[in-house]
């Protein structure tokens, strides 16, 4: 299937590895230009010989999304690149139990989690607006439709920013712009190695004994594949997808057991 894309052009955070760098290959082979960014300028130079295609043309801009003086720099530069997607991605906080956070880390972690990937897709809209075409697609977590235990600062965050694509998705929808979230289940990742290591570590067992038993979890009984994820973020960011709009899309292969 033609997703109809080819030429556009998207920014993705996050993408230096992990989902936002499988979405931005999953772009690239649609003929789609795209911009990584990430705090390490090394991993972005990886990524882009991972992206690049005789087709596209691969930028990086090195960005800590932390740093306020960073992210201004880069929310000037947005509105004179012609951006016609974005996928807004970022880690979530540590976890820990939600009363134990402090108004510091509240506001912390809102700031970069919720206050930032909002300000990136908002310097996008005007473009689009000119254009009447465009496509914000947000990478969220399985946790804003079933809490994940530990991870309450995490899932009140990225609702927040459910709630505001909803909103925006409503507001945009008569200028061809579409707001959607996709939310990963146990998607292999280095994030999700990492879990089982430490997972392992905490039952005195081995890593692969505790993928095996989250794989049990799961009704297709496999971790889901980093390019099976973002083939569904391309598949929203065509012009396939241009009826679907203020959506909430599960790739996580039937393990979230919410209605």
């Known amino acids: 299937m033609d997703l109809d894309i080819s030429g556009r052009r998207a920014l993705i955070m996050g993408s230096s590895q992990g989902l936002g760098l499988a979405s931005a290959q999953a772009l690239a082979c649609e003929g789609v230009d795209v911009i990584l960014t990430g705090r390490s300028t090394a991993r972005l130079e990886q990524a882009r010989q991972s992206v690049q295609t005789t087709r596209t043309q691969v930028d990086i801009h090195t960005v800590d999304f932390s740093d306020p003086t960073q992210v ?45 990937p909002i300000q990136i897709a908002q310097a996008a809209l005007t473009h689009m607006r ?17 809490l994940i235990p530990q991870l309450g600062l995490s899932s009140a965050l990225r609702m927040s920013v459910i709630g505001w694509a909803k909103a925006l998705s409503m507001e945009v929808a008569a200028d061809g712009i579409t707001v959607n979230s ?39 009984q496999r971790y889901g594949r980093a390019d099976e994820f973002a083939d569904a973020v391309a598949f929203l960011a065509s012009r396939r997808a241009s009826y679907i709009t203020g959506s909430t899309l599960r790739v996580d292969g039937g393990l979230i057991q919410t209605m």
């Open 72 to 116: 201004e720099t880069l929310l000037g530069l947005i509105p004179t690149l012609g951006i016609d997607i974005v996928i807004t991605n970022c880690g979530g906080p540590p976890a820990g139990d939600i009363s134990a956070v402090d108004a510091q880390a509240w506001r912390a972690q809102f700031e970069t989690m919720v206050n930032v």
């Open 130 to 146: 000119q254009q009447t075409w465009g496509r914000i697609i947000n990478i969220a977590s399985s946790s804003v439709v079933q």
């Open 182 to 220: 996709v939310i990963p289940g146990r998607i292999h990742t280095r994030r999700v190695d990492q879990i089982d290591r430490v997972t392992a570590i905490s039952r005195g067992c081995t890593p692969q004994d505790v993928a095996a038993a989250s794989q049990q979890a799961i009704p297709m």
